[in-house]
């Protein structure tokens, strides 16, 4: 069985929804909410089995439960007649998701665990955990993603790199270094 997660901002849906959640409170999970229309985009619980595709800015991935009548599209996503929200996704449940991994658990990972996310994901890497990037890793993501590294850690470059990234984006380092 897959597991399922929900993405909220401020504990409400945030794509084409506003639905507020009961939240879970530690080990205990939210409750269950439950309707009698399920329509895949227009009406049910929605889930997904792929959180990095619906992250929101501010959002937090809960990892979720659904039951009942569903619809779901063949890919990421399954409407359905009940759902609740089990806990927040832990480090372990995103990290075949780097990019909502870095998003909301960067702070916590380890330094092996930073650095498999930020080759995968060095945009975000830059975005979200600059600050905790190391030297190599900083560099080798300002390589690959050069405008960035001016926008979110120009002030963390070595010269070298920095110089680089301006040749190599020279609108953004107009913009932000």
């Known amino acids: 069985m897959p597991i399922y997660f929900k993405v909220l901002k401020d504990g409400r849906s945030c794509h084409g929804g506003v639905f507020g959640w009961s939240l879970p409170n530690g080990d205990t ?13 227009h009406a049910g619980f929605h889930l997904t089995t792929n959180p990095e595709r619906w992250q929101a800015e501010g959002g937090t991935a809960f990892v979720a439960d659904g039951a009942g009548y569903s619809v779901g599209d063949g890919g990421d ?9 089990r806990r927040v996704a832990t480090i372990e449940d995103l990290l ?22 930020a080759e995968s994901r060095p945009g ?16 080798r993501a300002a390589e690959s993603r050069p405008g960035e590294a001016l926008q979110f850690a120009a002030d963390k ?8 990234a301006v040749k190599d984006a020279p609108w953004e380092a107009l913009q932000f270094a």
């Open 29 to 41: 999970p939210g409750d269950w909410h439950e309707t009698h229309i399920v329509r895949l985009c």
């Open 77 to 85: 996503k399954m409407a359905f007649a009940r759902a609740r929200l």
């Open 96 to 117: 075949p998701f780097p990019a909502t991994l870095l998003r909301q658990h960067a702070d916590k990972l380890s330094p092996e665990q930073l650095g498999r996310a």
């Open 124 to 139: 975000e890497a830059l975005r979200f955990a600059a600050d905790k990037l190391s030297p190599e890793q900083l560099g």
């Open 157 to 164: 470059l070595s010269p070298e790199q920095l110089g680089r």
